[in-house]
């Protein structure tokens, strides 16, 4: 099997996006090389443990409402484009995403790491729940067959802050300037949310030389 590291973060809308096309084509292509690894970037590494109001987050990155608005036209665009459902009105908050890549980590230590990240993003992109909250954090690792009472205690440790925030460094330091980053098979890096046809041609160049 070929590794596929994926660096993104769960509030990144080019991560729910990228991922979505990337799973149409692993869903064409089932005997897929791929062994995929997600792998943490915060969009936000300083952001407050509680969070911040949305709008004022956006309207303060992006230099007030009409900022925003155009900052995330192309993402509605794009999501409707690769048959994504997206409520952005329905998100109040952008969380600090360091208890999510705690959990997306111990997610891939038993296994179901993939399935705890779609998770996330269904419940940020889609539902609009706070995936910074303990609570929710909770239900999608019970939800994903883990156990939400370890998980739980393990968010009200220090487990792992340090190991995330140091992987996320690393990151940083091998060049991963923006999310989604695809990494094929520990060297090959490709930047963005691209399109399915292309992830289908790197299924069949991957199985060719395999």
């Known amino acids: 099997m070929t590794t596929l590291d994926i660096f993104s973060d769960p509030i990144c809308p080019w991560c729910y996006i990228g991922k979505g096309l990337l799973d149409r084509a692993l869903a064409a292509h089932h005997d897929h090389p791929f062994t995929i690894r997600w792998r943490p970037f915060m969009l936000n590494p300083?952001?407050?443990a509680g969070g911040m109001d949305r709008r004022a987050y956006l309207e303060g990155k992006f230099g007030?409402?009409?900022g925003a608005v155009e900052a995330y036209l192309p993402v509605a665009e794009r999501a409707a484009e690769a048959g994504l459902e997206i409520n952005l009105d329905k998100i109040a908050t952008t969380p600090s995403t360091l208890d999510a890549h705690r959990l997306i980590h111990w997610a891939g230590i038993e296994g179901v790491q993939?399935?705890?990240v779609s998770s996330l993003f269904r419940a940020y992109f889609v539902d609009g729940r706070n995936i910074g909250d303990a609570e929710v954090l909770g239900d999608i690792a019970d939800s994903c067959g883990m156990d939400?009472?370890?998980?739980l205690r393990l968010l009200d440790s220090e487990a792992d802050?340090?190991?995330i925030a140091e992987m996320d460094q690393a990151a940083r330091g091998m060049g991963v300037q923006a999310v989604p980053t695809f990494v094929v098979a520990g060297q090959h890096a490709v930047p963005g949310a691209q399109a399915t046809e292309l992830w289908e041609r790197?299924?069949?160049?991957?199985k060719a030389q395999a």
């Open 46 to 48: 300083e952001m407050p």
């Open 64 to 66: 007030g409402k009409e």
């Open 114 to 116: 993939t399935a705890v």
């Open 148 to 151: 939400a009472a370890v998980v």
């Open 161 to 163: 802050r340090k190991e």
């Open 202 to 206: 790197v299924i069949e160049e991957v």
